[in-house]
Every structure is written in structure tokens, then in C-alpha cells.
């Protein structure tokens, strides 16, 4: 069971019910923004408002600094009573995670500077998570994950998620997949704390009201060896997003909206914070796609704050007590973007950036070739359930090869193992038999797959120059395998609404 004590949920609940009160947009504003909205044609319309001013933070007599949920978890961290953005602080690392693409320079690097006998400054808080150029026969990338083997053993690392069977990933009970969702579903996410990783969507950790973020091999040598990162204090925008979900849209959508009206350079070094009756609704999963594509804005770090739903996730997964923090009613964020969710539609990022915004129904003229379902960003449970409503809806068969990659082995069970999930409306079909019916692809061994290009062997590399619809999170030229290929980014939804036609698709002309 997650360790949080009734004092500290009560407290959690206080605080968070206070900064949801004072991101609430008033009448007023609502009415304004309605009014100073207008269509452009072929565009998409903005649905934010402009970012705001700055607001100083009230100072009346001795008093403490109102600070944001970032700067609360950072100051805690470098044992400060508070922080402000620019600050250059030494804080202390919860959990420091590595993967077989990085790991192996990490540890040259630790060992380099700290010398070959060195220990790890806590063996229990570093997680090694092979899960990138896996279900390969190229000897370097084999290699790898063999360099991360001798130095677990060495060390005596308590998370170290192996496989050496390669023929069949279920013959290894410690292998979990993509690293991101492994972290979370193995309890090494917690409210409050600093979780640092040698991957730049280590912010999918954000989800769970905490500070994470991608370093470097050399910064996560030296955390390796000390337990400690240098760090300067970002700046907050924050993200009021308000509205019932409509039923065609998930957060793909949503955080693919916000990049859109940011752009790739909209966040940089800032802290993107999530609050907002539709954040309140999201799964944990659904969460998790919000903040993980962070980095896409340019965002140090994302943060939806704890709350229930986090909690009951935690139940189970972790004995590590935890204390999660909120931002104050008067904190300073650099600026707000409020965004009524109801009136959104599905979007894509065209080729070849996150931040290309375009209405699905605005390229459905754009052929395609094929389908990618998976990663971190698409790859969870509730993504492949998603992508099976769509199917199941529409009864018929896909038109282009359609590639399914769980992102860990827990997905692999949850959607086609013998008592995988049934979906809902289904009669109690599982999605394996949904996507059978479909005509899908075989799925594949839970993994990054193709989402980072790869050696030419991985399972649905575009070793052509082939137009695809990924729920993956980048679409820059390369990415994907083939420098010439095209991909357009999409929630599940829209990604299986696409297979079924052979074109970029809404997926409302299958669910509505």
C-alpha cells in the first residue's frame, strides 16, 4: 500500500480544492474570450486565451513565498523554505533511471570519474530498464544491455527489469518494456518526490504530482555517484483546462492542441502545469500522455497535481511514504492559457513537427501507408482499448498494415493475454479478438519499437519512405527509420479511424 497518512490526503485535498479555485476562470473572462474568438478559415481555431501577466505574489508583513507545485518540490529537495525561477540549487534525487541506449555511456561516465570500485550512492534508487533496441540481432545494441547486466550484478542493483531470452519476452518474468510506463506501474513514481532519467520524456512521470525530467549521461554519471543533481529553478505556465471531454477526443488530443498553440519553443525551460475540472477527470494513464509530451513544447517538466486518482493508482505498488505538494492560491506563473476542452476537435501534427497542428478532418485527403499504435505515449492499456472502440464501432476491416505495440509486458497481459480486459459494448470480446477481426498486425513484444527508428530489424521500422499515422510523440525526419518518411501524429482514436480508410481520419465518422 502507498504510504500517506489521513493528515497528509486531508491536506492534499485542502490545497488542491484552494489552487483549482483560483485557476477557475471567471464569467466574465468566459464571456470576453467567447467574444474575442474568431475563426480563420482553413485554421485551426485558437481555443486559449492569450497567456496573462505575471502575477506578483501578495507580501504583507512576515509572511512566506508563495510558490508553485515545481518550485515547492524543489525547494524540499535542496533543503531551502523557498525558491524562485532562475535559482541554481543541489537537490537531492529520489530515483535515477537509465535504459539500455543511454546506460551504457552513464556508466562509463560514473566509473570514470568516481573510479572502478565506485558503489552506486544507493543501490535501491537506481532502475535500469532495458527497453529500447531489445527484439534485435544487432550485436551493438545486444551488447548494451549486456553492459547494463555486469554493472547491475556488480552493484547489486535492486531494479534492474532484465531479459535474456529474447526469443519470448514472457519467459522473462523481470523484463517490463518502455521505460516510462514501467516506472509508474512498478511504484518508482511518487508525489513530491525528484525522479530524474537519461530520456527526454522522463517528464511522463509528472503525472504523479512530481519533479521529472531527462539529464544527460554526464549529469546522471555524477547522480549515480553522489545522489545528487544541480538544477535551476523554471519558471511556471500554467494550463486551465476546463470542459466536459467530449467523447471523441483524448489527451493526446489535448496536449497536441496545446503544442500547437505554444509551439516547440513555447515551454523552454519552463515548468507546464496541468490543473482544470477536465485534468480532474483524466485517468492516470490518460495523465501520463498529457505530461509526457512536455519536451515537445520545450518543457523542463509537466505536473498534474496528486489527487485521489493518483492515490488509488499508488495503492499497491509502493511502500515509499510520500507527501505530495500543491501550488499556493498566490503563486507567481509566468503566464495562464485557459482552454474550454468542449469546444476542441480531433487534431494531428503534420510532418514534420509536434507543433503542425491541423484538424483530423482537415487531411483527409492525405493517403497513408500504415498504422503505428504504441510507445510510451500510445502504448498504455487504456490507448490499445481506445484504438479497439474505434474498430469495434466500425465492424470492418483496415486498409493499411496496422503495427501494435504494447508498452510493457503488463499491457501485453491487459490487452492480449487469456484474461485480457474485455472492452466495454463488446459482449465480452477482448481487444486481441477485436483487432484479429480487424485485420491488425501480429503484436508485437512490449517495447520502444519503431518509435525511435532503431536498428534496420525492429518490428515496424519505416525502412521506406512511407506516410504513417503514429501514436508515437515526435514526427521529425528520421525519426521513424527512413529519413523521407512522413508521420502524423494522432490519438489512438484517430490513428485507428485512419487505418480503416487508408487516409488521415476523424474518428467522430466512426464514434458519433
Known amino acids: 500500500m502507498a504510504s500517506i497518512s489521513a493528515a497528509a490526503k486531508a491536506a492534499a485535498a485542502f490545497s488542491h480544492k484552494h489552487e483549482l479555485a483560483a485557476a477557475a476562470p471567471t464569467q466574465q473572462r468566459q464571456r470576453a474570450s467567447s467574444r474575442n474568438r474568431r475563426a480563420r478559415v482553413g485554421c485551426v481555431r485558437a481555443v486559449a486565451t492569450p497567456a496573462q501577466a505575471p502575477r506578483a505574489p501578495a507580501a504583507t508583513g512576515s509572511v512566506k513565498t508563495p510558490m508553485t507545485t515545481t518550485e515547492k518540490i524543489l525547494a524540499r529537495a535542496s533543503e531551502r523554505a523557498s525558491l524562485e525561477p532562475g535559482e541554481n540549487v543541489w537537490v537531492d534525487v529520489d530515483v ?11 556508466i562509463g561516465i560514473f566509473k570514470q570519474e568516481f573510479g572502478d570500485d565506485a558503489k552506486v550512492w544507493d543501490r535501491e534508487k537506481v532502475v535500469i530498464i532495458p527497453d529500447h533496441y531489445i527484439f534485435t540481432s544487432d550485436e551493438r545494441a545486444n551488447r548494451n544491455v549486456d553492459i547494463l547486466r555486469d554493472f547491475c550484478d556488480e552493484q547489486k542493483i535492486k531494479y534492474f527489469y532484465d531479459i535474456k531470452d529474447l526469443s519470448d519476452f514472457r519467459a522473462n518474468p523481470d523484463y517490463k518494456g518502455v521505460c516510462h510506463i514501467a516506472l509508474a506501474q512498478e511504484g518508482h513514481c511518487r508525489p513530491g518526490e525528484v525522479l530524474l532519467g537519461t530520456d527526454s520524456h522522463t517528464c511522463n512521470a509528472g503525472a504523479f504530482g512530481q519533479f521529472a525530467t531527462g539529464i544527460g549521461n554526464t549529469d546522471a554519471g555524477f547522480v549515480m555517484g553522489t545522489g545528487k543533481a544541480l538544477l535551476k529553478v523554471p519558471p511556471t505556465i500554467r494550463f486551465v483546462l476546463d470542459g466536459e471531454m467530449p467523447p471523441f477526443l483524448l489527451a493526446k488530443d489535448l496536449i497536441l492542441q496545446i503544442i500547437g498553440e505554444i509551439s516547440v519553443s513555447g515551454a523552454t525551460y519552463k515548468s507546464m502545469e496541468f490543473v482544470g475540472s477536465t485534468v480532474e477527470s483524466l485517468t492516470m494513464e490518460e495523465r501520463m500522455t498529457l505530461c509526457n509530451m512536455v519536451i515537445e513544447a520545450g518543457g523542463k517538466n509537466g505536473v498534474v497535481p496528486a489527487d485521489a486518482t493518483t492515490f488509488k493508482y499508488l495503492e499497491g505498488k509502493t511502500s515509499v511514504e510520500y507527501e505530495p505538494v500543491y501550488s499556493d492560491a498566490q503563486a507567481r506563473f509566468v503566464s495562464d492559457y485557459r482552454i474550454d476542452v468542449s469546444k476542441l476537435e480531433p487534431v494531428v501534427a503534420k510532418p514534420h513537427s509536434p507543433d503542425n497542428r491541423a484538424l483530423a478532418r482537415e487531411c ?25 472502440k474505434v474498430f469495434l464501432a466500425s465492424g470492418g476491416k483496415v486498409k493499411v498494415p496496422t503495427f501494435l505495440v504494447p508498452a510493457t509486458q503488463k499491457v501485453w497481459m491487459d490487452v492480449y493475454g487469456l484474461t485480457g480486459i474485455t472492452v466495454p459494448g463488446s459482449g465480452g470480446k477482448t481487444c486481441l479478438q477485436i483487432f484479429e477481426e480487424a485485420g491488425c ?34 514526427n ?4 521513424m527509420g527512413h529519413k523521407e518518411g512522413q508521420i502524423y501524429l494522432a490519438s489512438p482514436f484517430t490513428a485507428a479511424a485512419s487505418a480503416l480508410t487508408g487516409y488521415v481520419t476523424d474518428p467522430r465518422d466512426f464514434l458519433v
Open 441 to 474: 498486425d501480429t503484436p508485437a513484444s512490449p517495447n520502444c519499437g519503431a518509435c525511435l527508428g532503431g536498428p534496420r530489424d525492429t518490428y515496424a521500422r519505416m525502412n521506406e519512405p512511407t506516410v504513417c499515422v503514429s501514436t508515437t510523440n515526435r
Open 476 to 479: 521529425f525526419p528520421g525519426r
Open 364 to 388: 483527409k485527403d492525405v493517403k497513408i501507408d500504415r498504422v503505428y499504435i504504441g510507445s510510451c505515449t500510445g502504448g498504455k492499456t487504456e490507448d490499445f482499448l481506445a484504438a479497439a
Open 96 to 106: 535515477l533511471m537509465t535504459h539500455d541506449v543511454c546506460g551504457p555511456g552513464t
